[in-house]
């Protein structure tokens, strides 16, 4: 491309940055971390509903029927938990998030992705006042619904944001800092459980309404932030996008040739216009309508989501006290925070691939361990709604291996990877549909999850472990390596792989892979 902002690699990828603008600057870092800030509150509420909804203050008062264990507690320690309406209290938020980020793309192309960010972080903070005030079940989905509207907007935008302004070079480490953010909001929600789970009768008031705090540093770093130079392009104002590129960039860094390739896709992408969900499915864009599914399917298949909503419930299924089962949540929390640590300094140096296929592996072996753990042990001794402490100890070890594995690979890929693979012109788009089928899986998985694990018991991770197998498999055969490409560049990855180049290559994408 004209413009010098590719260069030609070994296997004919395009690789690395534009002449002296691919340099950590304090603005670039600085910017990153307020835009990476947003997964604080989505961190948030997957810690902190988990241990509220095991709080015997808040069954007491909305769900008193689960708290009375007349849920055949007694006869299947399994089935402890399950309650349509005590799960829909999660689950609500998922669906309304589902909902909001497929709204949030469109939005974005008008008032940018600062903006979105912005009423994302409002929406949230409304939602958590309406849940700590909360005088019924009603008003709690109200709120929880609210909590969604706001984590949609945010999930749509802070990571594309993140890739758009961070060096190619380091695009992984930067795009990373989301799901740290993500885990530190969790880490924060558990810690905050453990405390007010001492506090009768109003203690999950408190845990509910601190959703504020995030919230509030969501909505500052919103209004400090700028939009990115892709963005601001996007929308016409190509002016502003090279004050704003200078900026990230540095004084002294030459950034023409980066603008122009921008300008260039943002130009294509206006050429083509018929829109972006329809170009989804247009001849050439397959393998990204294939990446828009595969990715987030696999990735709630994982089983995740549940563990990590839900941990509370496993542990006091294995017959830990609710204080205890918190203080597992924590735990998990710590290692997921270290591991999501380490992923960001290895990430651009060992490549996504490995980094997937590790996890992956890893994860598979401690499910199923947790499967046969669970199936010798649990409900097989005196007491039918616990198991020997040995044993429980054994699976809070295997959760932690299996949080540390997941954190240090799809954790932060799966927001790494699809916001650096679609091109300019679907990337809003392809970045919604990744976002909404994620949270539409996860809606129906924290609905029934607890039905799940009563009806299959521990052959619940025996199906969970086998979709780690399969995504692992996929991402083997299917998913290339992104490591250092610049976004504009990206097409010429996929016209180099050995099954997509099939589909994808054509003339344009040969002058990538050239690379003049």
């Not at 870092?29 to 509150?41: E, K, Y």
């Amino acid at each position: 491309m004209a413009g010098g902002g590719f260069a030609a690699a070994e296997g004919g990828h395009a690789r690395n940055d534009y002449g002296g603008g691919g340099g950590v600057t304090v603005s670039v870092v600085v910017t990153c971390l307020m835009a990476a800030s947003c997964g604080l509150i989505f961190g948030y509420d997957v810690g902190v509903s988990g241990g509220v909804t095991q709080m015997e203050s808040f069954l007491v008062k909305f769900f008193p029927e689960v708290s009375s264990g007349t849920q055949n507690a007694k006869h299947d320690a399994y089935c402890r938990y399950d309650d349509q309406r005590l799960t829909a209290f999660t689950s609500s938020l998922y669906i309304a998030a589902m909902l909001s980020s497929l709204v949030a793309s469109r939005v974005t192309r008008t008032v940018g992705r600062s903006a979105v960010m912005l009423i994302g972080g409002v929406l949230f903070l409304v939602g958590s006042a309406i849940n700590a005030g909360a005088v019924n079940v009603a008003m709690l989905i109200i709120g929880r619904m609210l909590l969604g509207f706001g984590v949609g907007f945010t999930t749509q935008a802070a990571p594309l944001y993140l890739a758009e302004t961070s060096p190619a070079r380091w695009r992984g480490a930067f795009t990373t800092a989301y799901n740290i953010f993500q885990v530190l909001g969790a880490l924060a929600a558990t810690v905050t459980n453990y405390f007010t789970n001492r506090i009768p009768g109003w203690g999950w008031r408190v845990s509910l309404g601190l959703a504020a705090v995030p919230a509030t540093i969501v909505v500052l770093g919103a209004l400090l932030v700028p939009d990115t130079p892709s963005s601001l392009v996007l929308r016409g104002d190509t002016d502003s996008a090279r004050v704003s590129l200078r900026r990230l960039r540095g004084p002294g860094a030459e950034t023409d040739a980066e603008l122009n390739d921008i300008v260039r896709a943002v130009e294509d992408a206006r050429r083509n216009d018929e829109g972006a969900y329809g170009r989804l499915c247009a001849k050439g864009y397959g393998h990204y309508l294939v990446m828009v599914v595969a990715i987030p399917s696999f990735f709630d298949l994982t089983g995740v989501i549940v563990m990590a909503v839900f941990s509370p419930v496993l542990f006091r299924t294995v017959g830990f006290s609710s204080q205890k089962a918190i203080f597992g949540s924590v735990i998990l929390s710590l290692f997921n925070l270290a591991s999501s640590l380490l992923s960001s300094f290895v990430m651009d140096r060992a490549g996504r691939r490995l980094l997937f296929l590790a996890g992956g592996a890893a994860m598979m072996i401690c499910q199923l361990a947790m499967s046969c753990i669970l199936a010798g042990h649990l409900g097989k001794h005196n007491d039918a709604v616990a198991m020997p402490w040995d044993y429980a100890v054994a699976v809070l070890v295997l959760m932690c291996l299996y949080t540390f594995s997941f954190g240090v690979s799809w954790g932060p890929l799966k927001w790494v990877v699809p916001s650096e693979i679609y091109p300019v012109e679907i990337r809003s788009a392809a970045q919604a549909l990744t976002v909404s089928i994620a949270l539409c899986l996860s809606f129906a998985q924290t609905q029934v999850f607890v039905s799940l694990l009563c009806a299959m018991k521990h052959a619940i991770f025996l199906f969970y472990a086998g979709w780690v197998l399969a995504m692992t498999a996929f991402v083997a055969a299917f998913l290339p390596e992104t490591k250092g490409v610049p976004l504009e560049a990206m097409r010429s990855v996929w016209a180099g792989h050995w099954y997509w180049r099939r589909f994808v290559r054509d003339a344009k994408q040969e002058v990538q892979v050239n690379c003049l």
